[in-house]
């Protein structure tokens, strides 16, 4: 029974990404385009280009990932899903966690396979992109649960300005982590401190946010 309601979660929010392709396209639009920003604005300068390329696209990725968080629960609140999962006889925080992974797949997944275009955009060095990879494969789960903890709290005061406000500050040291792990191997040091710490907070995340999520979206819903 448990695991029947995990697989129909995980296939409702997957068909409901094949069924609007434009809401789960519109997030890795919006990065290519803010990574593709930085250059035109900065000018082409290759020096300074790959000095600011990790940085700017863990930026691009942070700004993706915020803009995909708003279809995680508005429309089921309005439609009245939320209210039905609260009755379903598996833990909410089950349901929670199929549903985060299928957000990842429909924006974290696509964000990484477009980033060697942003990397060639900022003149990185090929070395450097398996590092890149690995540090966003990591980093945009913490990203995504993250700001789906925010989402669930201000669900009910649709407060999506004080969303923001409350998501920023938790990111940093993911994007210190995830862009340093890079740095480092542009000045010919180990990233493994670096992706280290980030999986750290990937674990700590990854645990701990489905029953975080689930808590807060009984209070908003309450």
């Not at 696509?110 to 590092?131: H, Q």
């Not at 890079?182 to 995340?205: I, N, R």
Request: charged fraction near 10%.
């Amino acid at each position: 029974m448990m695991l029947c309601a995990l697989r129909k979660q995980f296939a409702r929010e997957m068909l409901g990404a094949f069924r609007q392709p434009g809401d789960a396209l519109a997030p890795v639009v919006f990065y290519l385009i803010v990574g593709t920003l930085f250059p035109l604005a900065l000018g082409a300068d290759p020096q300074l280009l790959v000095k600011i390329g990790p940085g700017a696209i863990w930026i691009a990725a942070l700004l993706a990932v915020l803009l995909s968080l708003h279809k995680l629960f508005r429309a089921d609140l309005d439609n009245g899903y939320l209210d039905q999962l609260l009755l379903l006889p598996c833990p909410l925080f089950l349901l929670i966690g199929a549903r985060l992974l299928a957000h990842w797949l429909q924006t974290g997944l696509p964000i990484l396979l477009v980033t060697p275009l942003l990397a060639e955009s900022f003149g990185l060095d090929y070395n450097l992109l398996p590092v890149l990879l690995a540090s966003l494969a990591i980093g945009t789960p913490v990203l995504l649960v993250l700001g789906a903890i925010n989402e669930a709290l201000t669900l009910a005061s649709r407060g999506g300005a004080l969303l923001a406000l409350l998501v920023l500050p938790l990111y940093v040291p993911t994007l210190v982590f995830g862009s340093g792990a890079v740095y480092a191997v542009q000045f010919g040091e180990s990233p493994a401190a670096h992706l280290s710490l980030l999986g750290a907070l990937a674990v700590v995340s990854l645990l701990f946010s489905p029953w975080a999520v689930a808590t807060a979206l009984r209070i908003s819903i309450d």
